[in-house]
């Protein structure tokens, strides 16, 4: 059973900084490419961040590309998305999510990312 558990969301003041993190189990989490993808409350899903299977090549959206590191740590079969700069705008459920075959086939709960002062 394919499970994805995302934590580390809360309350933070602009500026600030924050590390999400997601859990994986039920598959072989080392051989997918990993994304973060975000909801604003009330309005539609924005992709974030994406990581390549063994983590030497990721790419973000420009609205956070220099502010945002996603990261995975295969041992542990977690991804992680370090947010440092953090804007109001940032505010938004965050989603772990698998690739299979270029789709998203499963998705975490999100995790609440609350940037205010």
């Known amino acids: 059973q394919v499970q994805l558990v995302e934590s580390g969301g809360g309350l933070v003041q602009p500026g600030g900084s924050l590390r999400l993190s997601c859990a994986a189990s039920g598959f072989t989490f080392s051989s997918h490419w990993m994304y973060w993808v975000r909801q604003v409350p009330g309005k539609g899903l924005e992709w974030v961040s994406a990581i390549n299977p063994g983590g030497d090549r990721a790419y973000s959206a420009d609205s956070v590309k220099g502010r945002f590191h996603i990261s995975r740590d295969d041992a542990k079969n977690t991804l992680y998305l370090q947010m440092n700069s953090l804007k109001p705008e940032d505010t938004a459920l965050y989603y772990c999510?698998?690739?299979?075959?270029?789709?998203?086939?499963?998705w975490g709960k999100g995790t609440l990312v609350t940037v205010s002062s």
């Open positions: 999510t698998r690739d299979w075959r270029n789709a998203m086939d499963y």
